[in-house]
């Protein structure tokens, strides 16, 4: 992802994918495909607007519209931030491992 599809995905406004076929709700709807998984595949995670009830965080209710504490904030940026260096690793290691043949232990 690039800088730019991070800024956009942090600071999309899910209403407007609701007024329809526009120019911003499409760029919306293509940066959520990137990060969201097929519901398909997993059909416990769903997308929901922030204006349909309190944000939960690690069991804890925050009002729509009203921003968390700093260090509630620095908590949930620091989670993000671990959770993409995961999937950044796992990235590398499978496109490092993509042609390594398990049987040839001088290539392990």
Known sequence: ?????????????????EKGETKAANHCREILDK??????????????????????WQGKEYPPGVLPSDDVIWQILW????????HELLSLDRRACANLDLSDTAQL
């Open 79 to 86: 989670e993000l931030y671990e959770v993409n260096f995961v």
């Open 1 to 17: 992802m690039s800088n730019q599809n991070w800024r956009t995905f942090l600071t999309i406004d899910l209403n407007v994918l």
């Open 35 to 56: 990060l969201i998984p097929k519901s398909d595949l997993y059909p416990e995670v769903k997308m929901r607007s922030t204006f349909n009830g309190p944000l939960v």
